[in-house]
């Protein structure tokens, strides 16, 4: 585990007992005490491990996997089991100076609406329709490459022609023969199972899938294959693990602002990732008067549970820094800087917002800075076209310093002016940044494969292919509002956003386009033209303005496989799926 890996999903603030002026501790007795012993521990506390395996299971005898199943629900990890420890972890670092000193093996588990549908009878009574589908079904309506009939192109996992993906299991360590050690538990006890009185039995299971994923080695620890530090930005999450009401989930670190937990960080409704609990409400007026009602996804014992989308994306990491190269060649400017302007945050994760024309990776490493801008409104000019370092809350609504196609900005707007403002107004800033608040995603992805040689200044190839990329891992309560709105709406439009750019063109245009990334086209059919185009601005080597747009004439980020589960509670393992 490392430090940089813990930005995943910050941890909260520590036990009662052991609290230090660290934090700025508010009250919130009005806000709900979630049942941290009925959650599972990814969701709202983060495994946040070194090493992490990812295994699926077609169930082919629900009778057999029922029994099967039971013997495995005291190894699947509450919230309240992995917050605590989180907590210690931190708390042992920072006291001792070192990692390693306090280590955990943890495991999840999650199932396909088809998985379910096999263990219960009201598995149709979810009402999330995304869900119900599938992701293979919906991979054309994400501009996933498909083929003539809509089925996704080069799927390795949860493809029509895949193995089933009934079930999933995240297995997660801060040390790699202890991961193994547990997947073997698993896979032994799948092949051969005996019950309590020792009898083998069928598991009425079988092994589809399985893959490991890694934090890479230094120095792109914490980081994801292209280089730049990964999972900075997480939505803090309201609510109390205990009745004392300083006992809160996300520690509110930010004394000028009780809404946010680390500066920049808005608090949100756990509904919005947890079922059974109030989430945002999307009319408010406000962020800060913006609590909604009780999130349900149709069967009461689904509360306490939440959907996990899962994408298994491939990075060509090659061809992205021969792009960031060939580019900055006829900018006269560093590749690096090219990859700031198309992420929004340098590769130490310093933010462009606050740092445009150089990185500055002591910001990057601030937890309590790295997040602390915004878009909307502007910072004053001084004697030259952009300046660095400056103090927040930093603004950039022209979208010089962050450009409106950056990664970070195309996938969160924060309070960018968006289609869900309304139009010209008073009220429009705010209802933007209210309704994009609806939209938000618990990240805890992971790195697979090995690291490429290849960086930005120095393009290189590998001699054979190499699978690389990202376990993409996210939990929420809409898929359809969630994960499939930000692809289609934000990520995939290259008119996104509209209202944010107008009325700072460049030479009469909107300066738009895909999110360059992660960003598809729609010509997604066999020989579609899958060139993508975005504007960005910067200073070149002799300090002169920059504006071009830039023409990508393939994907970076391949889908290569990936579903939609259901994350359910400890008591539905235990009352529902296994009887």
């Known amino acids: 585990m490392t430090q940089q890996i813990i930005r995943e999903a910050p941890a909260p603030d520590p036990l009662e007992g052991q609290q230090t002026n660290e934090f700025f501790y508010v009250a919130a007795p009005n806000e709900p005490i979630l049942n941290v012993n009925n959650i599972q521990g990814n969701i709202l506390g983060g495994f946040n491990k070194d090493y992490q395996a990812l295994l699926f299971l077609e169930i082919e005898n629900p009778k057999a996997f029922k029994h099967w199943l039971k013997s495995q629900i005291d190894s ?150 292209f280089g730049n530090l990964d999972g900075i930005s997480q939505p803090g999450i309201r609510g109390r693990v205990a009745d004392n009401p300083k006992e809160l989930l996300t520690p509110r670190q930010n004394p000028e602002n009780k809404n946010q937990g680390k500066p920049g960080q808005d608090l949100l409704w756990p509904g919005e990732f947890v079922f059974g609990y109030e989430g945002q409400n999307n009319d408010a007026k406000t962020l800060e008067d913006s609590k909604g009602q009780v999130v349900s996804a149709g069967l009461h014992w689904a509360n306490d549970g939440s959907y996990l989308v899962f994408r298994r994306l491939r990075q060509d990491v090659y061809k992205f820094h021969h792009f960031l190269h060939k580019n900055a060649a006829e900018l006269n400017t560093d590749p690096r800087k090219v990859s700031a302007k198309l992420i929004g945050r340098w590769p130490s994760g310093a933010p462009t917002v606050r740092t445009p024309e150089k990185d500055a990776p002591q910001l990057g490493d601030n937890d309590d800075a790295n997040n602390d ?112 709105f930000v692809t289609q709406n934000w990520v995939n439009n290259a008119k996104f956003s509209e209202e944010a750019a107008t009325g700072h063109e460049f030479e009469g245009e909107l300066t738009l386009g895909h999110d360059p990334i992660i960003g598809q086209s729609e010509n997604n059919k066999p020989n579609g033209d899958r060139t993508r185009k975005f504007y960005i601005h910067l200073e070149d080597d002799q300090g002169k303005p920059r504006t071009k747009e830039l023409t990508a004439p393939e994907d970076w980020v391949i889908p290569t496989g990936g579903g939609y589960f259901f994350a359910p509670s400890i008591s539905a393992l235990k009352e529902v799926l296994t009887k």
Do not use: M
């Not at 080069?154 to 193994?180: E, M």
């Not at 073997?184 to 899938?209: C, M, N, P, Q, Y």
């Not at 915004?374 to 927040?392: Q, T």
């Open 373 to 484: 801008f915004e878009f909307n409104g502007d910072d004053p000019p001084k004697d030259y076209f952009f300046k660095n370092d400056v103090v927040p809350p930093s603004k950039d609504a022209t979208g010089l310093r962050c450009p409106f196609i950056a990664h970070t900005r195309k996938t969160y707007p924060r309070n960018d002016k968006t289609p869900g403002g309304g139009g010209p107004g008073p009220e429009e800033i705010d209802r933007s940044e209210v309704t994009t608040q609806t939209h938000r995603l618990l990240r805890r992805g992971i790195p697979y494969g090995p690291v490429s040689a290849s960086t930005p200044n120095n393009p290189l190839q590998d001699e054979k292919f190499v699978d690389r990329g990202l376990h993409f891992l996210a939990y929420q309560t809409s898929i359809v509002d969630q994960f499939e």
């Open 76 to 225: 699947i990890a509450t919230a309240s089991e992995v917050i605590a420890f989180n907590r210690l972890f931190k708390s042992a670092r920072k006291r001792r100076g070192r990692e390693g000193a306090v280590k955990a093996t943890w495991v999840n588990i999650a199932f396909s609406f088809e998985g379910l549908k096999k263990l219960t009878n009201d598995a149709d009574s979810f009402t999330d329709d995304s869900f119900k589908a599938g992701l293979a079904a919906r991979a054309a309506d994400l501009n996933d490459p498909v083929d003539k009939d809509g089925k996704p192109i080069g799927w390795v996992v949860g493809g029509p022609d895949n193995g089933k993906t009934d079930v999933v299991f995240i297995i997660a360590s801060d040390d790699r023969a202890d991961l193994l050690a547990e997947v073997s538990r698993i896979l032994e006890s799948i092949v051969v199972f005996t019950d309590k009185e020792g009898k083998s039995k069928s598991s009425g299971a079988r092994i589809t899938f399985l893959e490991e994923g890694a934090n890479l080695p230094p120095p792109l620890t914490g980081h994801e294959h």
